[in-house]
């Protein structure tokens, strides 16, 4: 059996190896929930509420502006998710050749899995965990044998060795639970303690080399098992698989320039919408209207020394453009080069027919186009739902 300083050494390596991509995944979620100063380092608290910080865009004279609300990143994400999704995976259990009893226990095992896949409602899992791929690069499900449960893990959770992935042969898994209730811990871990706590760092080692599992609290090994199996319990799934090391691009990081100029332009546009006055009252001086006498609480009134001979209405109303339409134009190209750019067309994301298809066929091809874009994916997750059967 191997030493629980050996253990806690493999533990130290995992998370020494892993600790660069929590950078990474910080600013994603940052980026697809539209909130800069949300943390993923606590899970008791966060000072930042799910939206947009109003206070990092203002002036000094008080006026904040409003917020970008065109968040492309968020909806190609959803729309890919969605599409994902509406795919039914239903692992199938057959014998080749088998015999009576063999295939009654095949039947027996399919009514199982449906039963329990309905259960554990394993299809909103592997679609949360897909939409993790998305945002992160990584989604990784947990298939919990002591509680028979199916759950999604947060990614930066777990911790595996890079170069086992490159070679697609796990053997170490490390499942850090940072902020963990004490009140969900296994009874006999609960016992250990003598202090009331409410939170621990609860950590779950697997390794299929020395055959042990062992439940970590707070740095401390504290419980060690057997695990006589030569798989590990997880499934991962990824929207580009690693070529080298445990992080990839995901959809996030491929649109992640584009969605800082989109949000560029946008604040330039509502600063301009919101600060520019609604219309432009010209008054000539010397005449016989004063400017104390008009009001306009959503335009300026402006007077000026006419020229000889200039002859006019003595009060004019002018309503300026606040911006320039090459604004308008560029935050449009930039929104469908970032729709083009992931593979999602308008007809997915926004629910509109794409300018130049009128006919069905037109539509149907297009659909069949965009589905072959994302047969990666789509293989992936009905590895998913296989690998947690097995």
Do not use: H, V
């Given at each position: 059996?191997?030493?629980?300083?050996?253990?806690?050494?493999?533990?130290?390596?995992?998370?020494?190896?892993?600790?660069?991509?929590m950078q990474k995944y910080r600013r994603n979620l940052r980026k697809y929930l539209a909130t800069p100063g949300i943390n993923i380092d606590s899970l008791t608290g966060n000072s930042a509420s799910v939206g947009y910080d109003y206070s990092i865009n203002s002036f000094s004279d008080g006026n904040t502006l409003s917020p970008p609300s065109i968040n492309v990143i968020k909806s190609v994400v959803d729309t890919l998710v969605s599409k994902i999704a509406t795919s039914k995976v239903r692992p199938f259990i057959n014998t080749l050749n088998g015999s009576y009893k063999e295939m009654q226990t095949a039947l027996q095992a399919q009514q199982f899995f449906d039963i329990f896949y309905e259960e554990q409602n394993v299809h909103m899992t592997v679609s949360k965990a897909f939409e993790d791929a998305c945002i992160f690069d990584t989604g990784v499900i947990y298939i919990d044998k002591d509680n028979y449960c199916i759950k999604k893990c947060l990614p930066w959770q777990v911790y595996v060795r890079p170069a086992e992935l490159v070679y697609n042969k796990l053997t170490r898994v490390y499942y850090k639970q940072a902020d963990y209730p004490v009140t969900l811990l296994p009874e006999d871990i609960t016992k250990m303690f003598k202090r009331k706590v409410e939170y621990v760092d609860y950590g779950i080692y697997y390794d299929t080399v020395n055959k042990v599992k062992a439940h970590i609290i707070a740095g401390h090994v504290v419980k060690t098992e057997p695990w006589n199996y030569d798989v590990l319990p997880f499934c991962f799934l990824y929207y580009g698989k690693p070529h080298i090391g445990t992080t990839s691009l995901s959809v996030v990081d491929i649109l992640y320039t584009l969605q800082n100029e989109i949000d560029m332009i946008v604040?330039?546009?509502?600063?301009?919408?919101e600060l520019t006055p609604g219309n432009t009252i010209l008054l000539p001086e010397g005449g016989n209207v004063k400017a104390t006498q008009l009001n306009n609480g959503v335009g300026n009134v402006l007077t000026y020394r006419p020229t000889p001979n200039m002859t006019g209405s003595p009060v004019t109303v002018a309503t300026p453009a606040f911006i320039d339409g090459q604004y308008q134009q560029l935050l449009d190209d930039l929104t469908q080069r970032a729709y083009e750019l992931v593979g999602v067309s308008q007809l997915s994301a926004m629910s509109q027919k794409p300018t130049g298809l009128d006919s069905g066929v037109a539509l149907s091809t297009m659909e069949s186009i965009e589905s072959d874009r994302f047969e990666t994916q789509l293989k992936q997750v009905i590895n998913a739902y296989v690998d947690i059967a097995r």
């Open positions: 059996m191997i030493k629980n300083s050996d253990i806690l050494k493999n533990i130290a390596e995992l998370e020494n190896t892993n600790s660069i991509r604040s330039k546009i509502a600063a301009a919408a």
